[in-house]
């Protein structure tokens, strides 16, 4: 009986191994690769809480040990370990007395563990599980396959909580993740295939064939092996003497049907041709803002669960409970996030219409603002700062209908 669950396992690594070499070689899918991160990181999602000194230290911490990699650096690193491998593995650990966040090659999570451990409980592909699936622990490697000095060693144990393991999950009971550019590998080769053959049809058209013919099958040449015809020559034959050049056969109109595969693998992404191939001819204002707004629901879907919910919450939970343990009064409130804004594909009109739904009552200016990526208690003491005052900074709508004869 066929089993999502199973197909995961048994091909998720090869398909990873796949992935990361065509994002080195092939352009669409290492533009699809830099495409996805970009669309579900940006300029990266930052803490906003009530207490502005909370969020700066927060957002401004170097989370990885070396100290060297920004948040935003480390949700890009995250999320391109996402794309390429179907997961991301990190552990959260305490070095020298810091907080740190450390990055793993998915495949230090052992996929050979496997065993039943009695009362339902069990490990599939080195994800220890009980019998109501939730997870109870992880079973790593402490090195990655892909480095020099890695020993084999036994994998060791270490708790769900230490762990944070991101993937797309998309059936019941599944334990592993796979690439979003899984569906795209088949239309990639299809489109390197027609490629080549288009290559090697150029080439051919690039040589010159003929073929000479006299009545009598003599020597037109007088015995030299490699006659030339040089650019502009006048060569007379004699009567009954004939030259032929040899021609190809029509491959198609490869370009089209390039395009094809490329809108096929822009579908199985979830992003637009245009992004994708950077294809620009053809399209008109309304077709792309439509293309583009299903694009970024599926982005935004796609950086609620995977990052925010994956990788931020957890990490800021960790950060806050180390904090508060070294004395610090840190409230422990539900975490709020300030997501990136997407750029504006006609800057006047959307500006246009988020004043009207502003002065209509329909949207607040804290809903605008934090929607294009800014702090709101930031952007007001620039206002207030600022010479010049804005009419909708220093009248409300209600104040307006109030003032109105």
């Known amino acids: 009986m066929p089993s999502p669950n199973r197909d995961v396992l048994a091909s998720a690594q090869v398909v990873g191994q796949r992935v990361a070499g065509l994002a080195k070689n092939d352009p669409i899918v290492a533009s699809a690769v830099d495409l996805l991160v970009s669309m579900i990181v940006g300029i990266g999602t930052r803490l906003n809480t009530a207490d502005e000194a909370v969020d700066e230290d927060f957002n401004g911490y170097r989370f990885d ?12 690193a995250v999320i391109r370990s996402w794309v390429v491998s179907g997961e991301a593995l990190a552990l959260l650990v305490v070095i020298e007395g810091g907080f740190a966040v450390h990055l793993l090659n998915p495949e230090q999570l052992d996929r050979s563990k496997n ?16 019998a109501y699936d939730r997870v109870r622990a992880y079973w790593l490697q402490p090195q990655a396959p892909d480095d020099p000095f890695m020993r084999v060693t036994q994998a060791q144990r270490f708790d769900a909580r230490d762990v944070i393991h991101i993937f797309e999950r998309e059936f019941p009971g599944q334990v592993r993740g796979i690439s979003p550019l899984t569906a795209v590998l088949p239309a990639v080769n299809t489109a390197s295939i027609a490629t080549d053959a ?34 502009g020559a006048l ?16 491959a198609g109109d490869l370009p089209a049907f390039l395009k094809l595969i490329y809108h096929q693998c822009a579908a199985a992404i979830g ?25 970024r629901r599926k982005a935004e879907a796609r950086r609620k669960v995977l990052l925010i919910d994956g990788l931020l919450v957890p990490v800021f939970e960790r950060w806050r409970a180390i904090e508060q343990l070294k004395g610090r009064a ?27 739904l502003v002065n209509a009552g329909l949207k ?34 209600e104040q307006k209908e109030a003032d109105a004869p």
Not at 217 to 224: E, I, P
Not at 330 to 349: F, L, M, N, V, Y
Not at 387 to 394: G, H, I, L
């Open 65 to 76: 040990p070396s100290r060297r990699l920004s948040l935003t650096a480390l949700e890009q």
């Open 115 to 130: 065993e039943d451990l009695g009362n339902g409980d069990r490990i599939i592909s080195g994800v220890e599980l009980d």
């Open 198 to 231: 288009g290559l090697k049809k150029l080439q051919v058209a690039a040589l010159f064939t003929a073929f000479l013919t006299t009545p009598d099958g003599s020597d037109m040449f007088g015995g030299d092996a490699r006659p030339s015809l040089e650019p």
């Open 235 to 250: 060569i007379r034959l004699n009567p009954g003497e004939d030259v032929r050049s040899a021609q190809g056969g029509d």
């Open 271 to 295: 992003c637009t041709y245009e992004d994708l191939t950077g294809d620009l001819s053809g399209v008109n204002y309304s077709s792309y803002r439509a293309g583009a707004l299903t694009a």
């Open 330 to 356: 840190i409230a422990g409130d539900p975490a709020k996030w300030i997501e990136p804004t997407w750029p504006e594909i006609d800057r006047q009109k959307e500006a246009n219409a988020d004043i009207a």
């Open 364 to 397: 607040s200016r804290k809903e605008v603002i934090e929607g294009r990526g800014r702090d709101f208690s930031a952007v007001n003491a620039e206002i207030e700062a600022d010479t010049f005052r804005p009419a909708s900074a220093s009248t409300k709508p």
